[in-house]
């Protein structure tokens, strides 16, 4: 089975930046899309930008279109979610998971498994 390690939360003051790593094991699909995830207090889990493995697609939410890029390094199975100008309501637990191979790439929260264990990020000053 998939296993997912999130890393590199932390807290960090509106407009920083933070970097967080996803390192991706165990996967058997030959194609498939890693993802991002948050969730803060008394909310539902949220998509936040997605990558295929296929071509290295990428797909964002609106609300983090512009100051958040995700990555992969091939090498190290490991994928990246660069955060800049990071506000107050990005505050949240952060998840990687894994999807089959989806195209279009979607962010819906059902289509994922395998969460990690999750990265709190805290945006405040």
């Known amino acids: 089975q998939a296993q997912l390690v999130e890393s590199g939360g932390g807290l960090v003051q509106p407009g920083g930046s933070l970097r967080l790593s996803c390192e991706v094991s165990e996967v058997t699909l030959d194609y498939y899309a890693i993802g991002w995830f948050r969730q803060a207090p008394g909310k539902e889990p949220e998509g936040v930008s997605c990558?295929?493995?296929?071509?290295?697609?990428?797909l964002y939410d609106d609300s983090v279109k512009g100051r958040f890029t995700i990555s992969r390094d091939i090498v190290k199975n490991t994928v990246y979610l660069q955060m800049n100008n990071l506000k107050p309501e990005d505050t949240a637990v952060y998840y990687c998971?894994?999807?089959?191979?989806?195209?279009?790439?979607?962010?819906?929260?059902?289509?994922?498994?395998?969460w990690g264990q999750g990265t709190q990020v805290t945006v405040s000053s």
């Open positions: 990558i295929s493995s296929r071509d290295g697609s990428t």
């Open positions: 998971a894994v999807s089959n191979d989806l195209w279009p790439l979607d962010l819906a929260t059902d289509l994922f498994g395998s």
